[in-house]
């Protein structure tokens, strides 16, 4: 049973570039949010897509956007680096929006310079 | 707005000394309280999810609790691999987001 998987591992980019993140969830789950784990921090949410639409998001800028693609998997993108936005980008899988264990996938590490 | 705060920020134990790790929550309406272990460099791996005050699970030499206002995960003779950080979060009302602490980091020395 294939777990949440991510990519890439890790990216670097400069400040004003633009980077896609990619994840595929676990099997059986059609819900992926994302979250931004700073150094020494815990992670903080972004949104969560359900059924290809954005259904919840937290305190981030539109530079960040999402897509889910009828596949389930799910795509992070994000305009305009700042070097503040360097961070490890994770992705968690669920059955259904609300209710039951979000599982996390490994992580891409994002540094901007 | 929900708070979640661990503490201590970090422990260190010797191999065999138990031990607990907290978390507390200011939450409106819980609808879930989660432990999750995170290695250097990796996802959160899930370990328990817990609902109501009074509940409590296990796993090998974890067992976490919960009250109305706080939940423990008991660590009973920790070996060196239980090296982690240990994270804490909860979901509330109809929010599907999880809101983190900053996690424990936890050492034990052989």
């Known amino acids: 049973d294939a777990g949440v998987t991510q990519s890439p591992t890790h990216l670097i980019k400069t400040r004003g570039q633009q980077v896609t993140l990619r994840c595929s969830p676990k099997?059986?789950?059609?819900?992926v949010s994302w979250y931004q784990q700073a150094l020494g921090q815990g992670p903080q949410f972004i949104f969560q897509?359900?059924?290809?639409?954005?259904?919840q998001r937290g305190n981030f800028p539109d530079r960040f956007s999402g897509h889910q693609f009828p596949n389930y998997s799910s795509e992070l993108n994000v305009n305009a680096l700042l070097l503040g936005d360097s961070a490890l980008y994770l992705c968690?899988?669920?059955?259904?929006?609300?209710?039951?264990?979000?599982?996390f996938g490994p992580g891409t590490r994002l540094t901007v310079l | 707005e929900d708070q979640v705060t661990q503490s201590p920020e970090a422990l260190r134990l010797q191999e065999g000394e138990s031990s607990s790790l907290n978390c507390s929550y200011t939450?409106?309406?819980?609808?879930?309280l989660f432990w999750y272990r995170q290695d250097p460099g990796k996802g959160p791996e899930f370990l328990f999810t817990?609902?109501?005050a009074g509940e409590e699970k296990e796993k090998e030499r974890l067992k976490a609790t919960l009250t109305k206002k706080e939940s423990f995960l008991h660590i009973t003779a920790p070996k060196p691999e239980d090296s982690a950080t240990y994270l804490c979060?909860?979901?509330?009302?109809?929010?599907?987001?999880?809101?983190f602490g900053k996690g424990i980091t936890l050492s034990v020395r052989p």
């Open positions: 968690a899988s669920s059955l259904r929006p609300i209710g039951g264990e979000q599982f």
């Open positions: 979060a909860v979901r509330t009302g109809a929010n599907s987001k999880l809101t």
């Open positions: 939450v409106s309406g819980l609808r879930g």
């Open positions: 897509y359900y059924e290809e639409e954005e259904r």
């Open positions: 099997s059986g789950h059609d819900t």
């Open positions: 817990l609902y109501s």
